[in-house]
């Protein structure tokens, strides 16, 4: 997985500079192929990224869009990129050396901020609109991938890790003792009764199948995903349903194999039949 950071600023360029040198400074224990950097007179965005899939290796991160002024900073892996690719209009062979991190930016020049429901795999990502003055930002629906921010009047600062935000100007280490309590009183909790709080004071989370938008001081979450309102799959037979269990669940480890490095031993050679007969039974 990558790492990204990113802050907006409006207390000037000295300030902007201090925050986005410590930020991306308490990133370099991160394991990364390339790290990058970007900076404009009120945003930084940076990326610490390993390459894990075909498209990914020497992809440039952050990524600027200099006719539509837009830069993006991603930790993604699409699930559908052919999909994508036939609703943008791009072909196969262009869709072969395009990252998923310029897909998301083709798609959210697209719809907007409405992007995110047309995403399918592991993301989180953040895109500075220069010209709007806005950063928008995205988790996926299952949280594969973390995303953390603080808001400190005129300074919004992201990151995919938690720590790195501790460590800004001005940032006291406070543990937050209503979270520290619901997690310890609730039986079987893993979080917090309230999805936006983490263990720190003043550090949140941008919850899993939510946006986030920042621009003139104000923030702004939206769900863009609910469970409870997927239509549920009716088929006529058992036999109907197993078949398309089969085909989601083949699609689904496809997506997953997606790599530009060896996945494992156990699916090289002839262990990959003997894995599938196991998994997928013949009929």
């Known amino acids: 997985m990558s790492a990204i950071a990113g802050i907006v600023h409006n207390d000037g360029q000295q300030a902007l500079w201090e925050d986005s040198w410590r930020l991306y400074a308490s990133l370099g224990h991160v394991p990364a192929d390339t790290t990058g950097v970007w900076k ?3 945003a930084f965005l940076s990326c610490h990224a390993q390459w894990i899939t075909p498209e990914s290796v020497s992809e440039k991160l952050p990524l600027y869009d200099e ?3 837009l830069t993006i900073t991603a930790d993604a892996i ?3 990129r052919e999909q994508l690719a036939d609703q943008l209009q791009i072909s196969r062979a262009q869709l072969a050396v395009l990252s998923d991190s310029e897909l998301i930016l083709r798609a959210y020049q697209r719809w907007g901020e409405d992007v995110a429901v047309r995403l399918l795999g592991d993301f989180v990502f953040a895109i500075w609109d220069d010209r709007q003055r806005k950063l928008f930002a995205a988790r996926d629906i299952t949280g594969m991938r973390t995303f953390y921010y ?3 009047g005129s300074r919004f600062a992201f990151c995919t ?3 790195p935000l501790l460590g800004l100007e001005g940032v006291h280490k406070e543990l937050d003792e209503t979270w520290l309590s619901e997690f310890l009183a609730i039986p079987d909790m893993h979080d917090s009764a309230d999805i936006n709080s983490t263990v720190y004071r003043g550090v949140s989370q941008l919850p899993s ?6 621009r003139d001081g104000r923030l702004e979450l939206k769900q863009y995903h ?3 309102e997927v239509e549920p799959l009716r088929l006529k037979s058992d036999g109907e349903y197993v078949e398309a269990f089969r085909e989601v669940f ?3 480890v496809g997506s997953r194999l997606r790599t530009h490095r060896q996945v494992a031993a156990a699916l090289s050679g002839g262990w990959t039949r003997e894995l599938w007969l196991v998994l997928l039974p013949a009929h």
């Open 150 to 152: 603080r808001h400190d």
């Open 161 to 163: 890790l938690m720590n």
């Open 67 to 69: 006719e539509s002024g």
């Open 209 to 214: 199948a939510h946006t986030l938008t920042f």
């Open 40 to 42: 404009g007179n009120e």
């Open 250 to 252: 083949g699609q689904a």
């Open 78 to 80: 699409l699930d559908n």
């Open 226 to 228: 609910r469970w409870d």
